[in-house]
Each structure stands twice: as C-alpha cells, then as structure tokens.
C-alpha cells in the first residue's frame, strides 16, 4: 500500500509559479509511474501528466503543456508538478497518484493523495 501526500498548493495571480509535491510512503515508490490529475467545481476529474518510473519519459495534456513540466526524485521518494504562467482555469484540486504502468487514464492508477486546492485569481 503506497500512502502518497500533495503539498504545495495555494492561491496565487494569474501568471504565477508554483511547484505541487507528492511525497510517498514506500520505498517502492521508485517501481511506480506517476501522474497528476486534478478536479474543478463541477467538473470531472482530468489528466495533468505522468512521468516513467525511472523518470526517463513525461506526458503532458494540451492545456498545460509549455507551461507545466513533472518530474521525480526518486531517492527523496517525492514526484513534483512545475506551473508557470498559471491561469485561472487552472483553478482545482490538484491529486497525485501512483501506477505500475505509464498511463494517462485516471483507472491506471492504483494510490491517490488526499489532493491540495490552487486558486488563481485573475
């Protein structure tokens, strides 16, 4: 069982930065893909990106790609999310997530964090 945990969220401009982090329980975390998905009012949950277990591949969706980058540190156990020029359709709850394999499809993912709220205001 892999016990994930986002931190890092907050209210911010609109073209602001901020880095999201998901730290993991497991030393196993190293054996997991992982993604970042996130869930505005009224809307369905969406995919943000995923990256490779060994961190040598990402996948970003079109709203955030060139402005969002993913990346891991697996000696740290910790995945992190990287926004810049964010804007207030990024509003959401903001969830990390683990899978043994590298998808985009949110029932890839066997573990999810708790979620960490970013507001931007316009």
């Known amino acids: 069982q892999v016990q994930l945990a986002e931190s890092g969220g907050g209210l911010v401009q609109a073209g602001a930065s901020l880095t999201l982090s998901c730290a993991a329980s497991e030393r196993t975390f190293s054996s997991y893909a992982m993604g970042w998905f996130r869930q505005a009012p009224g809307k369905e949950r969406e995919f943000v990106a995923t990256?490779?277990?060994?961190?040598?591949?990402?996948y970003l969706s079109d709203s955030v790609q060139g402005r969002f980058t993913i990346s891991r540190n697996n000696a740290k156990n910790t995945a992190y999310l990287h926004m810049n020029n964010l804007k207030p359709e990024d509003t959401a709850v903001y969830y990390c997530?683990?899978?043994?394999?590298?998808?985009?499809?949110?029932?890839?993912?066997?573990?999810w964090g708790q979620g960490t709220q970013v507001t931007v205001s316009s």
């Open positions: 990256i490779r277990a060994s961190g040598s591949s990402t």
């Open positions: 997530a683990a899978s043994s394999i590298y998808s985009v499809m949110s029932q890839a993912y066997n573990f």
